[in-house]
């Protein structure tokens, strides 16, 4: 932007011609290309101007239309890497100007300075450039105010080949006294002053090359900001003050030193201009127009020419450098200080004013004075001055001489010396100048001291001035007051650039050669040593004495005078005087006058050519061949001019053709013998040069005729160098005029083509590959001119049959031979050259080219034109952004292809042509329709739409013209069509994908053409349908069609299959086909929408297991294990390894031990047998169910692998599988495992994906995963979604809307009670695992208040729940982590039953807990302090009194006689957590730490309170305080999800029971001695199971829905119950619940007991196991209070006690009558299965078994009774059988529906 910015500027400051304005223009079009470049946007072709150009596409041309080749050689010319190229090239030999610039320099020296800047060239050593100099006052500011902020200069004219070898060197001198001392004030006393040295700076112009901006020819480093100085070290003399810059650059530190860091020189920046220099000072008038300075003034030359001379560059410039001289010390002590004045002189001795330059950027002055070197007789000062004389006045260099004096100065400069003086004349006696080189001059000296020289020109010029070193032996004394000294001597070196001047005296002599005629031959044998600069100077004068001579002298001088012009020719022809050729055709047009010189000019060029093996010279006349033959030529048109007579005219005329003619046949000779490989190159090369004056003079069929015999001379070889030649040469043919006339055209191209399809055809030798391409390479841009200009000016032309005849099937050949990776930009140039002759081509250049061909040959040819067209269309050699080629070569192909059509009619395969050539030319066709339409390039909905409507403006849709051309040859087919079926299925597929409606319409029909032809010859067509559900997979998912596809391809198909006229089996399955077809584009549409993004994880695998669904549905085997692997994956990319686990068994289903049959490789699979992989399977599936620890689910896998091994005697494998199914039991009881959360999951509105709209599903969290981060991550997956604020179903309007809405809440696993766990006693651990896995049934709970008020927190009297159940169609987790909900149902629950569920899930989570200490999983007394803190000590709400408020009074029991069942439960559920807490405290108390002590006893201290309060519910159930509630225990088992565990939980307390402190109240005692009230029936024990089967639940209060949103806090709320811990809002509650309480906060807070402590460990596996101890520890008084209570009626007592108990298990250990009571009283409830095994029976029968027996016996013993069994002997008794045995239960893990739990209450007899 800065550098358009910059040209703009440059055109408002209104400096700028037209042609500055037009090269403007063409910057600021490169600069907009360049950033569209940049943009990724098209290339804009433009011509030279900058113009836009566009293709031909109709006969009616315009200026501004090109060709193909043309289009395309633009597009090469702005591609950046063809820039970069040609900028490299060109640059490399152009010259750039330096622009370098001072701020400000700060040096503490407190004197004025005077700063000289010079380029350096390293490896020269020397300075190549003058001096630029800046004046500086004594605070480093310019002495020249008006430079103030414009120090600047411009070196110019430098190679850039040279650029990175330069130097900048900036030389310090202070302006003085010659000592200074800073610290003292003598200074101002010494009035003299003089330039010392003082130091220097530089830059390494290489150091900055890379960081300057190449932009509109303007480069700058503006990194440069202070410049280091460096000075000489004290003990190093000043001589070597001129050695310092290199000896700084070198490194040569013990030479140098630094100056302070504060000082240094400040500039502002570095830029490089490109370039001529008049054009970089037209577009940089700020630089080069100052109000101070001339433009002159800024400009600092070279030392001498440029690389590159411009003849309209006038200089006269001498540059002369001080360098050293040598000086005697004489009479003083001390070494002198010698101060030099220069100045320059006329003859007289008159000092020229103004002539002597000491640096650009000042004035010129009159004389200059040097630096003085201090005390130094041998000083070296390598300063450079220019010399220029003023223009308009008499002086010349011819009449003036420079003078040097020296004398010795100090700082009063009242000391007088001998003054010594040299001098130097500018002019030799011969007329030229000095020569550039070193000059030792001779120090003459003054006789006596003065101050003033006062010598005569006439007296010192006759003087010797150069220094012989043989004669200087002593002082000589020349005259009275001049000394010559011997020892003393001056060194200078000249250097002249003048365009008027001469230095040669032999290029004098030839142009005054009349006056040195006797040594002609001498002078002009010298003259090819004289220097191209020297010649150029005087070009016309030179070939005027040179001519003359020939006219005059050409028998003696005439091959002198031949070698001379060749000579000055083959001089010119050099790039550096490159700008002198115009010069030359100047001179031939205007001055060159000699009529007669063209036949001795061509005789001895004919000489030269016949002698050619004997002439050394015969390389340098070719080179000079065009302009020789400009000579000839036009010399004999004056020649012809001069004569009168026609017949002369004409025999002359014929005489000169004769003549030619001779001259090439020898130089073909020449060519053909190729004796000297040089000079045939040569002839190659300037041969082409000739033709142009060939034309002038002859008619083009004599040139042409001319021009073959030469080209068909040209021997062939593998040569590079001649072939490369040969086809230089005739490129440069092809690019004259020749071709712009028919004739020539006629004549010459059969001939061009001839030879280059010599060079174009494939080669087979073993040539090198650059060098192949390189001739190949110049061949196709020989065939590209030739395209070009036929195309331009004889398109309408035989020329154009020619060339097609000549081409076609080599350009064909070559495009598909090409190797496109390695030589692309050769493919290109193929393919735009084809591309050229087709858009060449019309109808009948066709039919004529295809006519002669038998059937065979056009088969082939078809065949090769359409897969090379295929090719064009699937790898475009173009890149993206040639937007116009890529359009121009699609609009040829297109045509090309209906042309080529016309003749594929003529060869219709034969249904019997199965596999025939015919065949196979169709479907190359086809597939070439195919790649056309569906090319990247033509797709125009991609682009925007102005650059769409552009191209359909100009060349239409051509994807509806292609596709109807398909459309057609397709009906021509006929019956034959089956023959292509199902090839073809997919590639029509990809047509129909196109987003074109009209070509959508026209296409689809082809494939009910397919199922009718293929139907009707096989009966079904089974294979169409495969292939069309095959490539739609495909085709899709690489994100093809649309929904408006979908809509189409139903609507047109159905209505085909619907044809009353088709046969009812067709109708029937080609509408179960377009149904199957539009239920997979629809769900592989869903899955391509959410596959893109990484957020829509459950949504791209909920849409593959439709898609895997559906293709099991097909028997698609092979999809259907695509889409597996692609779930798979998925899975673990999620890491989800449970779900990956579930998904692989479904292939692992397919699979069967028993079958050998070998399977290909598979995704990571390799190639083995069917057993193989699905043991391979099973291993991985074990491998990820152990990475989620579902050890569980490995237990199948285990044990089939196991079976298989060991039927193979694998036990190697074997051993491995049992190990790992033994760690997995170990993992089972020990390893921590985290349980999960699932959430209803709503996605309603109609802006969801199809799949999603208004479905409902429960979602499986993440461990650890909370409602919050659920509710972010589905927003962040749709983040257009809303999140509805409630929990009711939404409305029908929100269902409707096209937005998306969000519904989100936690849900509770619904837990069934598993088969395999009935009658078992189950450690809890392992029934944990079961709360979250294989679950079907979640519920979500809500509280309201029946009576219609608000519902109350604490009010649970009211609070009931409104239950609603969701039931879905997999169970969780499995192959996905959504399941979808089939149905609910809806329930409500009372308060005094959401009472008892809460405390029984408390109660169940304590065990957990305590488990978990007693199997040592947890060690840490924290969580229990604070489980059993805040249930025991729950003051927040009262605690168990609220219950007692609630429902424990005699209006709420006597409501109804559930009430009054229910709240015995309750009782009976609270007495069980006393019981389970009195565990708790026991094992508390071992593990808590001393230094909570205190702790331990205020929780014991308030057990026992707690245990007081509630000992009257234990004398209300007749219970005593050591006995536990058989209903308790009952509602304990039931609401773990097992039965019968009571044995385990009493043995638990009656191993506690010994070390719990005594909490027995005086109630208690009292009571001791009373009848126990009757005992409750069955009923009454145990409520009804369906009221019990929910162990989580979220309770919300009554009143408006409130959103799911992240907790704010932790609670302790379990399963969203009002009880806290066990009690109604125990005090380690984070907050109360209120009316208002949202689902998600009460969600949240059922996770765990208290979200600060770590998850409940598992339950060891035998905790359960009974100890004979356990049941036998009531003695003593217990066993009185017992018999005391007991009633006369204790047959009937014992009855009721057998029917309802299993003695069997603890008979044995009865030893006496109060152990008996005890295992009575404490033995509980059987299960229904347990019960049907060991009631005695009392049915008609009468039949008993021996357990029944025995106890009676035992029990009638105790109180001193006889039994009726004691008639029975003990054999008898052991010999009545029992009931029969169980059946087998079978282990299921198959999922089952969900179903409400059975009811398992037995009633009890009444007491």
């Known amino acids: 932007m800065s550098d358009m910015i910059q040209c703009l500027c440059s055109n408002y400051l209104g400096v700028l011609g037209q042609n500055q304005l037009e090269e403007k223009k063409r910057k600021i079009t490169q600069l907009i290309d360049k950033g569209n470049a940049l943009l990724g946007l098209d290339l804009v072709p433009r011509d030279e101007f900058g113009n836009k150009v566009s293709p031909i596409t109709c006969s009616n041309r315009t200026p501004e239309q090109k060709g193909v080749l043309e289009l395309y050689n633009i597009h090469k010319s702005v591609k950046p890497h063809n820039i970069s190229k040609a900028t490299e090239s060109s640059e490399s030999n152009e010259s750039v100007h330096l622009f370098f610039g001072i701020c400000q320099c700060v040096l503490l020296n407190q004197t004025p300075l005077e700063v000289y800047a010079t380029l350096y060239h390293y490896e020269r050593n020397e300075m190549i450039s003058e001096r630029f100099l800046v004046p500086l006052t004594r605070y480093g500011l310019p002495e020249n105010r008006e430079r103030l902020n414009d120090i600047s200069t411009v070196f110019t004219d430098i190679s850039r080949k040279e650029l990175e070898k330069l130097y900048i060197i900036i030389r310090y001198y202070r302006r003085g006294p010659l000592k200074f001392d800073a610290n003292t004030r003598d200074n101002n006393r010494h009035t003299a002053e003089y330039l010392r040295p003082l130091g220097l700076s530089y830059i390494a112009i290489k150091n900055h090359i890379d960081t300057l901006e190449a932009s509109t020819g303007i480069r700058s480093d503006k990194n440069i900001n202070r410049l280091d100085i460096y000075t000489l070290n004290k003990d190093k003399g000043e001589y070597n003050f001129s050695e310092l810059h290199r000896k700084v650059i070198m490194g040569e530190r013990a030479q140098f030193q630094h100056l302070d860091h504060n000082q240094g020189l400040h500039i502002p920046n570095l830029k490089i201009f490109s370039g001529p220099l008049a054009q970089v000072q037209a577009q940089n008038p700020h630089i080069f127009k100052k109000a101070h300075v001339s433009p002159s003034n800024i400009i600092t030359r070279k030392l001498g020419f440029p690389s590159v001379i411009n003849p309209t560059d006038r200089r006269n410039d001498l540059y002369v450098t001080l360098k050293t001289a040598k000086f005697s010390k004489g009479n003083k002590k001390a070494e002198k200080n010698v101060l030099v004045n220069v100045y320059v002189r006329d003859g007289n001795g008159k000092t020229i004013p103004g002539c002597i330059s000491k640096g650009t950027g000042e004035p010129k002055v009159d004389e200059y004075q040097s630096s003085v070197i201090y005390h130094c007789n041998s000083p070296v000062w390598d300063e450079t001055i220019r010399v220029n004389l003023p223009e308009n006045s008499p002086y010349t260099f011819d009449n003036c001489h420079i003078l040097f004096t020296f004398r010795h100065v100090t700082n009063n400069d009242k000391n007088r010396d001998k003054p010594g003086f040299s001098f130097l004349k500018l002019s030799n006696k011969d007329g030229t100048l000095i020569a550039n080189k070193d000059h030792q001059l001779v120090v003459y000296k003054d006789s006596i001291k003065t101050a003033d020289f006062r010598h005569k020109a006439s007296d010192y010029l006759k003087l010797e001035s150069f220094y012989d070193r043989s004669n200087a032996q002593k002082d000589v004394e020349i005259s009275k007051n001049i000394i010559q000294k011997h020892s003393e001597q001056l060194t200078i070196s000249t250097v002249l650039c003048s365009s008027e001047f001469t230095q040669n005296s032999d290029l004098k002599s030839l142009l005054q050669w009349k006056e040195h005629e006797p040594q002609l031959g001498k002078i002009l044998a010298q003259v090819p040593m004289i220097q191209g600069e020297e010649l150029v100077k005087f070009l016309h004068h030179i070939f005027e004495a040179l001519f003359m001579i020939l006219d005059e002298k050409d028998t003696e001088y005439g091959d002198l ?79 012809r001019q001069s004569q009168s007579s026609t017949q002369t005219i004409d025999r002359g005329f014929k005489r000169f053709v004769n003549s030619l003619c001779d001259f090439f046949g020898e130089l073909n000779n020449m060519i053909k013998s190729h004796q000297n490989c040089l000079n045939t190159a040569k002839a190659l090369k300037y041969f082409p040069q000739t033709i142009p004056e060939l034309n002038k003079i002859l008619p083009i069929t004599t ?68 060098e192949v391409k390189k001739e190949k390479t110049q061949a196709v841009n020989i065939l590209t001119y030739i395209l070009i200009t036929v195309s331009n000016k004889h398109s309408n032309t035989p020329v154009v049959k020619m060339i097609v005849d000549d081409l076609m099937d080599i350009l064909f050949r070559l495009v598909c031979q090409v190797d496109k990776e390695k030589d692309m930009d050769l493919a290109r140039d193929y393919v735009s050259c084809l591309i050229a002759l087709l858009h060449l081509m019309n109808n009948d250049h066709y039919t004529s080219y295809m006519k002669p061909m038998n059937e065979h040959n056009l088969i082939h040819f078809l065949n090769e034109v359409f897969l090379v067209f295929n090719d064009l269309m699937k790898s475009n050699v173009y890149p993206r952004d040639w937007i116009v080629m890529n359009m121009l070569q699609s609009y040829v192909v297109l045509n090309a292809i209906i042309c080529f059509s016309k003749a594929l009619t003529k060869l219709l395969p034969q249904v019997k042509d199965y596999m025939g050539k015919k065949k196979q030319l169709w479907e190359n066709f086809f597939y070439l329709c195919v790649a056309f339409i569906t090319q990247d390039t033509l797709q125009l909905e991609d682009f925007r739409q102005p650059k769409r409507k552009k191209i359909s403006s100009q060349y239409g849709d051509m994807r509806s013209e292609m596709g109807l051309e398909m459309i057609s040859m397709w009906k021509q087919l006929g019956d034959s069509k089956r023959l292509f079926v199902p090839e073809m299925v997919g590639p029509f597929l990809e047509v129909t994908l196109v987003p074109l409606d009209s070509l959508r319409r026209e296409v689809i029909p082809i494939f009910f053409d397919m199922i009718e032809c293929y139907h009707y010859h096989f009966t079904n067509f089974d294979i169409v349908e495969r292939e069309v559900i095959d490539k739609l997979d495909v085709h899709v998912s690489q994100g093809k069609g649309d929904k408006r596809y979908v809509a189409m391809m139903y609507e047109i198909l159905l209505k085909k299959c619907n044809n009353p006229d088709l046969p009812r089996a067709l109708h029937q399955s080609g509408v179960r086909f377009v149904n199957s077809v539009k239920y997979l584009l629809e769900h592989l549409l869903n899955f391509r929408e959410v596959r893109e993004s990484d957020h829509h994880s459950e949504a791209k695998m909920l849409c593959i297991v439709n898609l895997l669904n559906f293709y099991e549905e097909l028997n698609r085997q092979e999809m259907y294990l695509r889409y597996i692997w692609k779930l798979y994956s998925s899975h673990l990319l999620q890491k989800n390894f449970v779900e990956a686990a579930f998904t692989l068994e479904m292939y692992a289903s397919k699979l069967k031990f028993e079958s050998d049959m070998v399977l290909e490789q598979f995704e990571e699979f390799p190639r083995e047998k069917d057993r193989e992989r699905k043991a391979r399977l099973f291993k991985t599936i074990i491998n990820h169910h152990e990475e989620g620890m579902s050890f569980e689910n490995c237990f199948p896998f285990y044990k089939l692998l196991a079976d298989y091994y060991e039927t193979i005697f694998d036990y190697k494998e074997l051993s491995g599988i049992l190990t790992r199914q033994a760690a997995a039991y170990t993992n089972i009881l020990k390893a921590e495992r985290q349980g999960v959360d699932f959430f209803y999951i709503g996605f309603y509105g109609l802006g969801f994906p199809q799949f999603l709209q208004n479905r409902r599903f429960i979602y499986c969290g993440r461990k650890f995963e909370k409602a919050g981060t659920v509710n972010s991550r589905f927003q962040e997956q749709f983040p257009a979604a809303t999140l509805l604020p409630y929990t009711s179903h939404p409305d029908e309007e929100i269902k409707n809307s096209p937005k998306q809405h969000l519904q989100i809440y936690k849900v509770n696993p619904v837990i069934e009670e598993r088969e395999e766990f009935i009658d078992r006693d189950v450690p809890s651990i392992i029934l944990q695992f079961y709360d979250s896995n294989d679950v079907k049934a979640f519920s979500y709970d809500k509280i309201f208040n029946k009576s219609g008020g608000k519902a109350k927190d604490d009010d649970f009297g009211s609070l009931w729940i409104h239950k609603t159940t969701f039931f879905t169609m997999d169970p969780l987790p499995s192959k996905l982590r959504l399941a979808e909900i089939t149905h609910h149902e809806i329930s409500e629950i009372s308060p005094i039953k959401s009472a008892i569920e809460t405390m029984e899930t408390k109660n169940k989570h304590l065990r957990l807990q305590i488990d978990g200490y007693k199997s040592k999983r947890e060690t840490s007394a924290k969580p229990l302090s604070m489980t059993l803190q805040g249930t025991i000590d729950a003051r927040v709400m009262g605690g168990i009194k609220k219950y007692e408020d609630a429902f424990f009074n005699e209006g709420f029991i006597s409501e109804s006689q559930q009430n009054g069942e229910d709240v015995l439960t309750l009782k009976r559920t609270i007495i069980e957590q006393v019981e389970i807490l009195q565990e708790g405290v026991e094992i508390h108390g071992k593990v808590c730490d001393p230094s909570v002590k205190q702790l331990h006893e205020h929780i014991v201290k308030m057990f026992n309170e707690m245990r007081k309060d509630t000992s009257k519910y234990r004398r209300e159930l007749g219970l005593t305080s050591g006995t536990p509630s058989r209903a308790s225990r009952a509602s304990f088992a039931i609401s773990s999800s097992s039965s019968n565990r009571y044995n385990s939980t009493l043995s638990r307390n009656m191993r506690s029971r010994h070390s719990m402190v005594s909490v027995t109240s005086a109630e208690e005692t009292a009571h001791n001695g009373s009848t126990p009230p009757p005992l409750p029936s069955r009923k009454e024990i145990l409520p009804d199971p369906v009221q019990l089967i929910q162990n989580r639940r979220s309770i919300q209060t009554d009143g408006p829905d409130q959103p799911v949103l992240p907790p704010k806090k932790r609670s302790s709320i379990v399963h969203g119950s009002p009880l806290i811990n066990g009690s109604p809002l125990g005090r380690d509650s984070a907050r109360s619940i209120n009316s208002n309480s949202s689902a998600d906060n009460i969600d949240n807070s059922s996770n765990s007991l208290d979200e600060s402590q770590p998850p409940l460990p598992p339950r060891p596996a035998n905790m359960n196991k009974s100890s004979p101890e356990s049941n036998s520890f ?64 009392d049915a008609s029968d009468g039949s008993v078994n021996s357990n029944t027996i025995k106890r009676r016996r035992s029990f009638a013993s105790i109180f001193g009774s006889k039994s009726k069994d004691d008639s029975l002997s003990d054999t008898q008794i052991s010999g009545i059988n029992g009931p029969p045995p169980l059946p087998q239960r079978t282990n299921s893990n198959a999922a089952r529906p969900p179903k409400v739990p059975r009811d398992k209450s037995v009633p009890v007899p009444s007491q």
């Open 703 to 770: 040139t042409c005729g001319i021009i073959s015999d030469f080209i068909d001379a040209v021997p062939s070889t593998d040569e590079k160098e001649i072939i490369g030649y040969k086809l230089r040469c005739i490129g440069d043919i092809v690019k004259g005029v020749l071709l712009d006339s028919i004739e020539g055209c006629t004549q010459l191209i059969p001939l061009l083509m001839k030879h280059l399809k010599l060079h174009l055809k494939h080669d087979e030798t073993a040539r090198d590959e650059l």
């Open 1674 to 1737: 009531i003695t003593g008084s217990g066993l009185d209070i017992i018999k005391e209570s007991l009633s006369a009626s204790l047959e009937e007592i014992v009855n009721s006690i057998t029917e309802t108990a299993d003695w069997s298990s603890s008979y044995n250990s009865v030893e006496s009558s109060d152990s008996f009571v005890a295992m009575a009283i404490s033995t509980p409830p059987l299960s229904n299965r347990s019960r049907a095994q060991s009631t005695l029976s």
């Open 561 to 639: 005078v031949f070698d001379c012009l060749v000579y000055i020719i083959y001089t010119l022809a050099d790039d550096k005087f490159e700008h002198f050729r115009p010069v030359l055709d100047n001179y031939i047009i205007t001055y060159f006058f000699h009529a007669q010189v063209y036949i001795k000019l061509l005789d001895r060029l004919k000489n030269k050519v016949k002698n050619h093996e004997t002439d050394r010279n015969i390389g340098d006349s070719m080179k000079a061949l065009e302009y020789l033959f400009k000579f000839i030529v036009q010399s004999s048109n004056l020649h």
